[in-house]
Structures are given as C-alpha cells and as structure tokens.
C-alpha cells in the first residue's frame, strides 16, 4: 500500500494540492514503482519544454505538442515564470521511463522516443482530469503532486483491432480512437480494412476497388436480418491513411493494416471479377455476418495483390502488414485449370498449399520492403508464413501454444479478446454477437499461459482486444464496448498479471472521469445507462448462446486450416 504527503510545500486548506498527491493512486495502467513524495509543484504558469540528447528534436516537437493540447503552454492565458519540462533519452536505462516531479521542475528520461511519449501520459493522468477536455486547463493554479515513476511496460504489443469494413468508421473516428488508446499505453492499432461487406481503401491504381467495393446497397444485421434498403459506405484515401498513420506514430502507436486474403474477398471479387471463381457472379456481400469467400491463389493475383500492397506501403510508411488468411474457401481451387497447373508445376497436392504458397509471396514482398507480415492462425497451418511472420492466434489456446513453438505470436483468442461481445448477461445489453466477456474475464487474461515452456513464453510478443463491427454501427457502440474493458486489458499487458480485481475496479472508477472529459460514452461499471440499452427492437439482446459454448467451438476448428 503506497503511503501519499501532500502536505509540504502546500497551502494550508489547499484541496487542489491534496487532490493531486492522491492522482499517484489513479494512473492507469499502474506503472513498476511509484515513489510519492511531499506536497505539489504548481504549473500553473505553463510548462517550457527543454529536450537534450541526440532525439531532442523529436522529443521537443512531440512534448510541445502534448502541452498545447493540455492548455499549459507558456504564455497566452498563462502567466508568470513556466516551469521547466526537461526530457531526455538515455540508451542504458534501467526502466522504460523515469518521471520526476520535484519541487521545481519535472524531468523525463526514457530509453527511447516511445517511452517518452508513455511518460507524458503518466504526466497528463496527474493532472486534472478537465486537462483532457478539447480546450485544455483554464488559466489558474494547477497542482502536480511531487513524486518519481519507473515504469515499463511487460509486453512490446499492446494493441487494438478496430473493423471499419462491417460498418465504415470515417477517419475522424479512427483518429479519436487513437487518442483513446494512447490514454492506455496501447502501440498498436489494426485496422482492419477489407473484407466481404467492403473495400475500405481508395487504391490509385485500382479504382474499381473503391467504386464498386467500397459500398453496399443494403445492410442485414445477422444472418437472417432484414435488408434495410440503405446504401452503406465509405473509404480511406491514400492521404486519409497516412494522416492516421503519422498521427499514431506520434502517440506512440503503430498502424497495422489488414487486407484479408485469399479469403473475406467479395468485395475484391465484386470490382475485379477475373480474381474470383469463373461462371460465379461476384457481388459486395450485405448481411454483415458472413465468410468463407475466396480469390483464386495465383500467380496473376499474387501479382495484382502486390501492387494493392505497394500502394498502401509507399504511402504510409507502415512497419507491418496483416495479410489475413483466415476463413478461406478452398473448395473450387482443384477445379479450377489456372490453380491446378500452379499446384502441378509446384508439386502441391492439396489446394490449403496454395494458400500457403500465396502467403508466403506476398510476405516475402513486403518483407523486401522492410515490412512485417501477420496473419492470422490459419496461416500457419497451411504454411503461409515465414520464419519472421507474426502469427496471431484467434482460435483459442491450442492454436496459441502451436504457433508459439515456431512463431512470434500476438495473442488475440475470442475469449477474452472479443470485445464486440456483450459485458454481462444482463438482459438490458444491447444486441451483440454472444458473450459475455466481463471485465473479470479481462482481467483474468494471461498472455503467457502457466504451462508454456520457455520456447513458447520467449515468441509471445503481448496480445490485443478485437471489436469486430458486425453489430457496431456507429462511435457510441464502438465506445461502448470498447470501454472500461480496454482498461483492464492495458493493466494486464502493461502492468502484468491483476493479483487483485477489487483493487483494479476502485483504478478504473477512479480513471472514468478521464474518458468522461474526452466525451468517451463507455459503459457504466454498474450496467448501461437507460439509453444503451437493447430496447425491444432490432438491437434487443437475444439468446446466442453461451460463451463456453462459443470457446468449445472455436476450439474445435483450430486445426482446420
């Protein structure tokens, strides 16, 4: 239990110091080590950004920016002398961060630029809450409690999946939730660009992609839904992409972007017939609930493909690239004279080798490039990946500890990674795809099972949450079941495994009125408010199944390729 002083250096009766000793309490993921120390450093007066060493040109341009947004830059509205913020990085340092608030100055040292940019969240959840709204701190005194953090993070992936394909997110909303999650110490957003239901990328090269795959005349909510009748839509410029691009990278985060192959391909096939199956009509799929489509696995579409990614590549710069390979329908591959010759001419006798064989090409493209492939699981097995290929695990623990043995994994299982599931079993949870998945199930997550040898402990590299956007329609719902489960999966791949769900429940209450300023319409620990309920309509919660149930499945088919 950490003992806090707020008494020195502050005026007698001064709620605003006390309040700020006990913020040490509040921060969210809890860092390595907290050391509190006695009264508060006012800064009232705004913060003057000093950066040293051989990234100070990147540390100041990122620091001053933070301060801006804050509303603590010196000057304006601000008066009297700033104080200084002095950040620096230091190669050999035994922690990721050091953040110290002395009586006069506060002081960043950080073993890289990314580490910095998490030492300036720390520094933000110290402040005020307000300080989080659009227009900052107002002019006045503000007390940051005095005190040092070491803190590193457990895991090097710490990241997120948005689908922006099921229903579109436009890019104002892609860009907030980036903020959302450098507020949590997450590096790693995937988004999750195409699929059956759309074509989210405005190719140059292919404009047919974004013409006729980047919309739908109709929408069914489910496998049986209604078709609603309304066009739904929308894409990602080049400039869009590289805008969300260098806007995470300077909060610290990584863009991974998915483009789903040979399977989820309807869209693709819809703008480019001749990837698809002959004699087959090809159309953008409306029911948001669907799979098992697929392109043919040729040299021809390899070829098509590579372009597709040296486009979305050279315009943004990102490290890695998610090739997809899951739920893919192979069964018309044999009959097909182009993808027969290709297997005969490699020798293959099974078509899953060409999806393999597929992978592979693509994965050792960008890997020219300088960039990382990932797939998901069933690329594994069917030989899709190189020794550096990321394999990440969907299909529960068996599929996790099997690629483990080979691969670098990010683990990513249903369960307790599904956040597009409902949160409790209350029936007042709007309609959602089954579940629930609880905070308590979050929090009870190991990356790192107990059971895995050493091998298979040393290829984790972290894991991440999924919100895939079949029953998603809009921001608010995003919100909703985005958080507070985002907030105790950053506490477990930050901080490492929750010993205690009670002491991490008075955290997250304690932090809500963060996502309160930034207008985060979260879900209540206590259940949804009246107006995030299901009502009795099409979003009326409905029987789906238990989560077991969902988990014995999933298992089930890990070993299907």
Known sequence: MLS????????????????????????????????????????????EVRAEGPDARELEHRATRVVARLGLAAGAA????????????????????????????????????????????????LLPPSALRADGLPAGPVHLPVGRVEDSPRYGWRGAMLDVVRHYAPPRTVLRYVDLLALHKFNRLHLHLTDDQGWRINSERFPRLAEVGGWRPSTRLGPTGEPDHTPHGGVYSLADLAEIVRYARERGIDVVPEIDVPGHTSALRAAYPELGQPGVEHTVQDTVWAGGS??????????????????????????????????????????????????????????????GHLLRTLAAHLAGRGVRAVVWDEGLLTGGVLPDTVVMAWRGEKASARAARTHDVVRAPLFPTYFNFDQSDDPAEPRSEGGPVTIADVAAFAPVPDDWDDTQRDHVLGGQFQIWSEWVPDERRIDYLAFPRACALAQVLWSGPVGDLDALTTRIAAHLPRLDALGVAYRPLAGPHSWQTGGEGVWRRTASGTINQTRAWVESISDEP
């Open 4 to 47: 806090y002083d707020s008494s020195a250096g502050s005026s007698p009766g001064s709620a605003d110091a006390d309040d700020a000793a006990a913020r040490y309490a509040t921060l969210l993921p809890t860092p390595s080590r907290v050391l509190p120390g006695s009264g508060s450093l006012d800064v009232g007066a705004g913060l």
């Open 78 to 125: 601000r008066s009297g002398t700033p104080v200084p913020l002095v950040l620096r990085t230091a190669g050999g340092a035994s922690c990721g961060y050091v953040l110290d608030v002395s009586p006069d100055a506060v002081t960043i040292t950080a073993t890289v630029v990314e580490h910095a940019v998490h030492a300036l969240t720390t520094l933000t959840q």
């Open 294 to 355: 697929s392109i043919r696995p040729t040299r021809d579409v390899a070829a098509f493909l590579v372009e597709v990614l040296d486009e979305l590549v050279e315009a943004t710069g990102v490290r890695y690239v998610h090739l997809g390979g899951d739920e893919c329908d192979m069964s018309w591959w044999a009959g097909d004279p182009q993808v027969a010759a290709e297997m005969a001419e490699h020798g293959y006798t099974e078509p899953k080798q060409m999806h």
